[in-house]
């Protein structure tokens, strides 16, 4: 590929994500200023329930990691634990509910649903791995 | 002539505009409040988005998923798997690009677990990582980095198992 192609892709790449990036960040900050209060109450430091809520949250949105990136990095500043976010950014990318059509129509039903499920539930291990190694080292 | 069609993209931003409109009908602090904040936000991120910028065009460069194509057949099972993971990391770009290449490499002989190794390895993008690190740290990016690669391997043998 030539320099010139490689922008030009990047470049359309880059514009392709900025609706969707500017969107959510617009959301996010409206969610936060609204429920900030709530979400203290919601996520209480328990490993399971937290990764849990963290990975259900993630599931339903779907994009590329950067924007979960982003959106984390603002609910950690919130006070949300890294457990929780954790969750929700691997599951964002990984586990594909709004693309399971799409999935389904080119890899088949049965492999779609077993490799989002299995997403799922490593999503939780995963950050909760994290968590404990972060803290060991 | 016909008018263009909008992309599912500007619908969600038209959408979360008119969201904002309701929130300003009903309060109005809440209305300006979160647009300062998101505006403070994207501008504390655009250096970040511009570095990120300059690893997309470099690694588009250098790699085309024709390219890496090439290299995924024909290989020991041990090296496939190295190189799906490879493949994963390395290779962006949406589902509805992303899916009809994996479809391709099914058609060509390629079984269930690597596509699930592939995929999963979609989590750990280079060029976003900087993102990563400057929101989690350096320690936070490799111990998760790390964790999902390692575990890609146990998700492809699970999906292999569970669907051939």
Known sequence: ?137 | MTPKKLSGKIYFLITVTLIYLVAYLFNENLFFSSLQKTLEMFLKIIPILIVTLGIMILVNLLITPERIRKHLLDKSKFKRYFYFILFGIIVSGPPYIIFPILKDLKDKGVSNDLLAVFLYNRNVKIPFLIVMIYYFGIKFTIINSFLIIIFSIFNGLLVKKFTD
């Open chain 1, 1 to 137: 590929m030539t320099l010139k192609k490689s922008i030009k892709q990047s470049l359309n790449n880059f514009k392709a994500m900025l609706p969707i990036l500017i969107g959510v960040l617009l959301l996010v900050n409206l969610l936060n200023n609204s429920f900030q209060d709530i979400y203290f109450k919601i996520f209480t430091g328990n490993y399971i329930t937290d990764s849990l809520i963290g990975a259900l949250a993630g599931s339903i949105s779907f994009g590329i990691p950067i924007t979960s990136y982003i959106i984390g990095g603002e609910l950690l500043d919130q006070g949300i634990n890294l457990l929780a976010i954790t969750a929700f950014m691997m599951t964002w990318s990984t586990v594909g509910v709004a693309m399971l059509p799409l999935e389904t129509n080119f890899l088949g039903n049965k492999f779609a649903i077993v490799r989002n499920a299995l997403n799922f539930v490593f999503a939780i291990i995963i950050s909760i791995l994290t968590i404990i190694l972060i803290n060991f080292f």
